[in-house]
């Protein structure tokens, strides 16, 4: 699979060991199995739950790791039995490999699968030059927002789409934490006729200030109560205090959605919170058919993300941003392009 006339190694940001910073190293470029295609990465989404997996808060990363799983690129090579082309453009996401055989994965939960791989986990992710995928994950991008914008659509997006799917009809709707998911989503509430209730860190007047912009009709601290009672919220944060004040925030028959994939402990709290048929759920991965629907639904909107771009070599820095909430909307690693020096 060699013969595209580029070197034969690639540059990539690898874990070695949870709770230690990614080291850049000069690897083999990958090549595709039968059902797999390699893609050139574009650009790579930095995600939450990437700090997770570097923070060792999820077990048995696949170590050594190259992180990342929102993930655009153009197909390069394509392994046996692959119906995608040479060329084409596609996102990786999250969800990489089910069985297709389980209860869950009959059912149309394959994202319960527990059999399931996750890119950048338990599969090699897109904080690299290049990344093989099984093509059958893969989604293929609609034109429309260059790669630094399409790349928080496959995460942020798409497990933020499940997350609104699963608050249900709600028209008044808070989101606690606004970050990559918020953004995304506000706008694509906003569109469906919905009004957002904006929560973030205490006294983060900025991200306030960026969430009415974006359409939010209130934005406060997460201490607050809204102006009324909300009829969903959905948790981006991934702070266990916030679960006793979001149910406090909404109303009878209301619903909290946990978006993330840890959270920190929730505290005990009255029951009387939970009362009234209040439902409290959390969200876990994504079907492919969700991916399929979301970004139909977001170029349609469409649905516009806000970036910061870092060099690929700059993973630990972009980490650190998203860590301590320096910058608005969503992180995106940039690699070097093909036939440029590595400097930038
Ligand atoms: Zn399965
Ligand atoms: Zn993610």
């Known amino acids: 699979m060699s013969g595209t006339g580029r070197p034969h190694g690639m540059q990539a940001m690898v874990l070695t060991a949870p709770r230690r910073p990614l080291s850049l190293q000069h690897l083999p470029i990958p090549v595709p199995a039968p059902g797999q295609v390699r893609l050139r990465v574009l650009a790579c989404a930095v995600c939450r739950t990437d700090l997770h997996v570097i923070d060792g808060d999820l077990p048995d990363p696949a170590l050594p790791l190259v992180p990342g799983h929102e993930v655009v690129g153009l197909i390069d090579a394509v392994g046996e039995g692959v ?37 950048g ?68 509430a906003r569109w469906q006729g919905r009004q957002i209730y904006a929560f973030t860190r205490p006294g983060d007047t900025s991200a306030q200030a960026f969430a009415r912009e974006l359409g939010a009709c209130w ?74 629907a979301f970004l139909a639904l977001a170029s349609q909107v469409p649905v516009r993300s806000t970036v910061t771009c870092y060099p690929l070599a700059a993973a630990n820095q972009a980490l650190e941003d998203l860590r301590t909430g320096r910058l608005h909307g969503a992180a995106v690693l940039l690699p070097t392009p093909a036939g440029r020096p590595a400097a930038s």
């Open 83 to 119: 119906t995608l082309a040479v060329g084409q453009r596609v996102g990786v996401p999250w969800l990489g490999w089910t069985c297709g055989t389980c209860a869950y994965c009959r059912a149309d939960a394959e994202n319960l699968c527990p059999a399931a791989r996750f890119t």
């Open 219 to 292: 934005a406060g601290d997460s201490t607050q109560a809204p102006p009324q009672p909300l009829d969903a919220a959905i948790l981006f944060a991934p702070v266990g205090a916030l679960v006793p004040a979001a149910l406090a925030a909404v109303r009878p028959g209301g619903a909290v959605v946990c978006a993330g994939i840890h959270m920190s402990e929730i505290p005990a709290f009255p029951y009387r919170l939970l009362w009234q048929e209040r439902q409290l759920r959390s969200v876990a991965n994504l079907t492919r058919r969700d991916g399929e």
């Open 121 to 188: 986990y338990t599969l090699p992710g897109g904080y690299a030059d290049y990344l093989v995928a099984d093509a059958r994950y893969c989604f293929v991008l609609p034109e429309g927002p260059d790669a630094a914008h399409a790349a928080p659509l496959l995460c942020a997006g798409l497990i933020g789409y499940r997350a609104l799917r699963l608050a249900g009809v709600a028209q008044r709707l808070g989101f606690y934490g606004f970050g990559a998911a918020a953004h995304l989503l506000t706008q694509l």
